[in-house]
């Protein structure tokens, strides 16, 4: 009979595993495109970006959580556990930044070439490497920070109950420490509020879209969904899980932050939630990349 956290640890393979699966094939198609594609290599170059650093985020944050559930004798030492924890936080970050800005790339092709806007079709690939580089720079200055800060995860000696890379200790009454959480929440925010005009800017090309083909699809006797309604779907629901999930997640890690015995599901329940994203979000990019070509050109 297996036990809650053997269950449990199962599942979260489960889930890493069917989320290294679709980033790889994600990752695999994407460097494709890029060595071969003459025009899609910026935004081949994000979801590579983004692919690895969802498989990083699976690997760094899953594995750790799956091995302390089922008692693996952690062979870490604190300064290990420590980079690992830090290492969470960035990739993190970093699926993120780049799910936004892949976003926010997708919506700036879109754009009319009649409109004012239009120089940023051709400006923006340009300066998506510089980009990359700023997410990268700043994560690791800001986690290099809470190094130094001595923000450390808790129960780190207990080597015998696995390795805890779970949550981090942060003292609200710390200055410092507070203002890295202010950071970070800031952080967050503005990804999301960038991912959320991204995606309604995309929702309404295609609905303008829709409309202005609404004759052809009159025509046709198939009761099957349009390109354009597809594809607005597959937005609505990659950004729904974005913002479902990314908002919940920092709710139960500060949550954890403050107090100093915390419930085993609320640590479970963090788990899921940081890595439930990196792992559906793939095969979401994988339909709305598939869609919005075909419904809108320009």
């Known amino acids: 009979m297996l036990t809650y956290n053997e269950i449990l640890g199962i599942i979260y393979l489960y889930m890493i595993g069917f989320g290294f699966l679709g980033n790889c094939i994600l990752l695999f198609l994407n460097i494709f495109n890029f060595l071969i594609a003459h025009r899609t290599k910026s935004k081949s170059l994000i979801i590579i970006h983004l692919a690895f650093s969802n498989i990083m985020s699976l690997l760094f944050r899953g594995l750790p959580a799956t091995t302390r559930?089922?008692?693996?004798?952690?062979?870490?030492?604190?300064?290990?556990?420590?980079?690992?924890?830090?290492?969470?936080?960035?990739?993190?970050?970093?699926?993120?930044?780049?799910?936004?800005?892949?976003?926010?790339?997708?919506?700036i092709s879109l754009i009319p070439n009649n409109s004012k806007c239009s120089q940023l079709k051709t400006r923006t690939p340009k300066f998506i490497i510089l980009y990359l580089l700023l997410f990268w720079v700043f994560n690791l200055l800001l986690n290099e920070v809470g190094f130094l800060q001595n923000i450390v995860p808790k129960n780190i000696t207990d080597i015998n109950e696995g390795c805890n890379t779970g949550y981090r200790r942060m003292d609200v009454h710390n200055k410092n420490h507070m203002k890295i959480i202010i950071i970070l929440c800031v952080y967050d925010a503005l990804f999301i509020c960038l991912m959320i005009c991204s995606s309604g800017y995309m929702v309404l090309i295609l609905y303008r879209h829709k409309k202005h083909v609404r004759h052809i699809h009159s025509n046709s006797v198939s009761i099957k969904l349009s390109p354009e309604t597809r594809a607005t779907l597959a937005i609505l629901f990659l950004v729904c899980t974005f913002?479902?999930?990314?908002?919940?997640?920092?709710?139960?890690?500060?949550?954890?932050?403050?107090?100093?015995?915390?419930?085993?599901?609320?640590?479970?329940?963090?788990?899921?939630?940081?890595?439930?994203?990196?792992?559906?979000?793939?095969?979401?990019?994988?339909?709305?990349?598939?869609?919005?070509?075909?419904?809108?050109?320009?």
């Open 69 to 107: 559930l089922w008692r693996v004798k952690c062979l870490l030492d604190n300064i290990g556990i420590k980079i690992i924890t830090h290492i969470q936080i960035i990739t993190w970050s970093l699926s993120m930044g780049s799910t936004c800005l892949l976003s926010t790339f997708q919506a």
């Open 243 to 298: 913002v479902l999930f990314n908002t919940l997640s920092p709710i139960f890690i500060l949550y954890m932050f403050h107090f100093k015995y915390t419930n085993n599901w609320m640590i479970h329940s963090s788990v899921i939630l940081s890595v439930w994203y990196p792992a559906v979000s793939p095969f979401i990019l994988i339909i709305i990349d598939n869609q919005i070509p075909k419904t809108c050109t320009h």
